[in-house]
């Protein structure tokens, strides 16, 4: 089936630089993305989303743009903190006609870390 | 306000087992879905659950199955326990379905079949 991907599976930044994630759709139907990040030993947490009619959405410290051309989407996280060390995860909401229903697909992750 | 409880937080089973896990969404919260996460295949959606009803599932057997109680709260089993099925489970509940919604996701319950 169509599958959410990631360029670089790992990211080093110094710290105070901005970093960018980024991750590639398969899926043309998709129309709700979503950016998580997680720490080791804990769930995902919800970091930032974007509706397929929007391009770019801003947040504290953090912006998602959306290439819906070229079924790109990127986070960009600005003066990067030690605090901002974990896997980042981006996840397209689709329907899947073999499932039969909606369903979120995540990518396989980013480790980002930040050195002191 | 308390966030997603799940219990137990670590599992060890045989093959052939059955389990069952338990996930307490947050308080107001109609959705609960459930995810498997490993380091191979990342983080795959098993089954959402919203007012006592399954309302989008994900590409697994029969044998992983779910369901969601009055208050909200959701138990999934898993039968017939595989070697392949050791993984992180994730249950994570929003206001709404979570087709458009903001998610919030427990810690998870580390199961381990021998």
């Known amino acids: 089936g169509e599958s959410v991907g990631l360029h670089l599976p790992t990211l080093s930044v110094q710290e105070g630089d901005n970093s960018i994630i980024n991750c590639a759709y398969s899926?043309?139907?998709?129309?709700?993305f979503i950016w998580y990040k997680q720490e080791s030993g804990k769930g995902p947490q919800f970091i930032i989303d974007?509706?397929?009619?929007?391009d770019k959405r801003q947040g504290q410290r953090v912006t998602v743009l959306l290439n819906k051309t070229v079924k790109h989407l990127s986070l960009q996280i600005a003066a990067t903190q030690p605090g901002d060390s974990a896997v980042y995860f981006c996840?397209?909401?689709?329907?899947?006609?073999?499932?039969?229903?909606?369903?979120?697909?995540f990518g396989k992750g980013t480790k980002l870390s930040v050195i002191p | 306000k308390a966030g997603v409880t799940q219990t137990p937080r670590y599992l060890i089973k045989t093959r052939g087992q059955q389990v069952t896990l338990s996930c307490s969404p947050i308080?107001?919260?109609?959705?609960v879905s459930w995810y498997q996460q490993t380091p191979g295949q990342g983080l795959q959606f098993l089954f959402e659950?919203?007012?006592?009803?399954?309302?989008n599932k994900g590409n697994f057997p029969g044998r992983f199955s779910g369901r969601q109680f009055s208050n909200s709260r959701s138990e999934m089993n898993v039968s017939t326990l595989e070697l392949g099925d050791s993984a992180l489970y994730l249950c994570?509940?929003?206001?709404?379905?979570?087709?458009?919604?903001?998610?919030?996701f427990g810690p998870g319950t580390r199961l381990t079949v021998l």
């Open positions: 994570a509940s929003s206001t709404e379905l979570a087709v458009y919604n903001e998610q919030f």
């Open positions: 308080s107001g919260h109609r959705s």
């Open positions: 996840a397209e909401n689709s329907l899947y006609s073999g499932a039969g229903s909606y369903q979120l697909t």
């Open positions: 899926n043309s139907a998709s129309d709700y």
């Open positions: 659950y919203f007012s006592e009803t399954q309302r």
């Open positions: 974007i509706r397929s009619n929007m």
